[in-house]
């Protein structure tokens, strides 16, 4: 009997069984930090959160041509109230396919979490249309990414992204980019590449978003505009009341609308 499995077998402990089996006691798991060569798409879906319920205003001269006088003079009524900080929070989660390395160690990454939030400046009223504003290259996305690997971990990455519309065959959405230029930035894996999103809003977004305001032919529209409630139409009797927006505060990223494109984020060291 060797002195090892001598001992070992009075001590039964992990570092024994590795010294019995021959192996290196070097801890199983490893942690690659995405770098050169690393390159990882993932499909995403998410929720999209917003701290104000975003409204349009009533705006008299949208009506002018509305064939329900009425209608036509109703006057500007604001629903949407004075400019404050609107912050947009959302939280992605999807399946991913392709691989990290920095070098020496190489992961397959199969998920990835992404939790993001921004904040705007507060100078414009709150209205459905200042959503589109994120469209403007202005406002800037703050991520962090966590992936999940076989064999080991990745390091997160930190991401401060541009936001620009993205409008094309498949639907319309917000992509999302951080790649070093214009003020954007990737820190942690995949630091000095990239990270794309191209996120995909639902049909209802889009509804809600390039809607037309309420008429007296059709009184009800989308929760981002005022409704009309008509009595008696059509008749000397006839009285109109204006009723408030519902609001719109949460949207989804997924599938595209016209032909089901998935929303994707994709890393390239």
């Known amino acids: 009997m060797s002195w090892r499995f001598g001992f070992c077998s009075r001590v039964l402990t992990i570092s024994c069984l590795a010294v019995i089996a021959g192996a290196s006691t070097t801890p199983a798991g490893i942690v690659v930090t995405a770098g050169p060569g690393s390159n990882v798409t993932c499909t995403i879906t998410s929720t999209v959160?917003?701290?104000?319920?975003?409204?349009?205003?009533?705006?008299?001269?949208?009506?002018?041509?509305?064939?329900?006088?009425?209608?036509?003079?109703?006057?500007?009524?604001?629903?949407?109230?004075?400019?404050?900080?609107v912050t947009t929070k959302a939280t992605a989660k999807g399946t991913c396919t392709g691989s990290v390395t920095d070098g020496t160690n190489t992961l397959t990454v199969t998920k990835v979490k992404i939790t993001a939030t921004t904040t705007s400046a507060g100078t414009d009223p709150p209205t459905c249309a200042s959503l589109l504003t994120l469209a403007s290259g202005s406002t800037f996305f703050d991520a962090t990414v966590a992936f999940s690997a076989q064999g080991g971990k990745v390091s997160s990455s930190t991401l401060h992204a541009s936001v620009g519309a993205l409008i094309d065959s498949h639907g319309f959405g917000f992509q999302l980019i951080a790649d070093g230029n214009g003020g954007t930035s990737v820190t942690g894996s995949f630091a000095g590449g990239s990270a794309v999103t191209n996120a995909y809003v639902d049909a209802g977004t889009l509804a809600a978003l390039t809607g037309s305001p309420a008429s007296s032919t059709v009184p009800k529209t989308t929760v981002c505009e005022a409704s009309l409630k008509i009595k008696k139409p059509n008749t000397p009797d006839e009285s109109v009341k204006l009723v408030k927006p519902k609001g719109f505060n949460k949207f989804k990223i997924g599938p595209s609308t016209n032909d089901s494109t998935p929303s994707t984020v994709a890393f390239a060291g």
Do not use: Q
Request: glycine share 2%; proline share 11%; no cysteine.
């Open 49 to 85: 959160k917003l701290s104000v319920k975003l409204k349009n205003n009533w705006v008299k001269a949208d009506h002018a041509t509305d064939p329900d006088v009425n209608v036509e003079n109703i006057l500007d009524t604001d629903f949407a109230g004075p400019p404050v900080p």
